[in-house]
């Protein structure tokens, strides 16, 4: 079945960790995004890529980076630098090639920092 | 910028009665429109799009949404509520401009009472 798989589901992390949240896609989509979740703020985009080694900051990409070297991966990595990381973490895709195309989302990846 | 407002964070509806989410865009070129529904701790899934091929727009699970651009408006409906539409509900836009942003509103929460 073609989807988009985020792992791990929960994390766990102490003060001053970075963590890598993984998100991979059989979609065969070209762009992917990366949201995050707060109660009563919706969805907030951090960081998207339309191709293979490119891609944008999105509105608060301060404390995040991601790479895109392979079509099907999007990783994201939450630094040291990130003040709040507890949140909810949503990854997605789209169909570049079709500007109607709709996002497609995994399960996404809760994030705690103890 | 392109951006989207949910009047009412919270909604309670009977079971049976209409349902109705309201949705404001804010868009310089001529807007995709999106609905969601998130269930708790889950992705988001797409309920219905406007892509401009039809102003009314019906999509899973009995709802629909009518594009009014005169009141730069995409309001989802239900005629019936049932106790499985309990949950969390975003509207999108996408410009139509070539950009690959996609923006979400702060989501509307749907409560059905017994």
């Known amino acids: 079945d073609g989807g988009i798989t985020q792992s791990p589901k929960y994390l766990f992390r102490k003060e001053g960790q970075n963590v890598t949240l993984s998100c991979e896609q059989n979609l065969n989509h070209d762009a992917m995004y990366w949201y995050r979740q707060d109660p009563g703020q919706g969805l907030r985009l951090i960081y998207y890529s339309q191709i293979v080694n490119d891609f944008q900051k999105g509105d608060i990409a301060e404390g995040y980076s991601v790479s895109r070297e392979k079509k099907e991966s999007f990783p994201l990595t939450v630094t040291s630098a990130q003040k709040n990381p507890t949140a909810f973490y949503l990854c997605?895709?789209?169909?570049?090639?079709?500007?109607?195309?709709?996002?497609?989302f995994g399960e996404g990846s809760r994030l705690t920092v103890l | 910028a392109q951006s989207v407002t949910q009047l009412g964070s919270h909604v309670s509806v009977s079971e049976g009665a209409l349902v109705l989410l309201r949705c404001n865009y804010s868009s310089s070129v001529p807007p995709y429109l999106f609905w969601y529904v998130q269930y708790p701790n889950q992705g988001l899934q797409l309920l219905l799009k406007y892509t401009s091929a039809a102003t009314l727009v019906k999509g899973i699970n009995g709802f629909e949404a009518e594009f009014k651009k005169s009141e730069t408006s995409f309001h989802l409906t239900k005629p019936s509520a049932h106790m499985s539409d309990a949950a969390e509900y975003f509207c999108a836009v996408i410009n139509s401009g070539g950009y690959q942003k996609v923006t979400f509103g702060t989501g509307t929460k749907l409560q059905v009472i017994p």
């Open positions: 997605a895709s789209r169909s570049g090639g079709r500007q109607t195309g709709e996002l497609f």
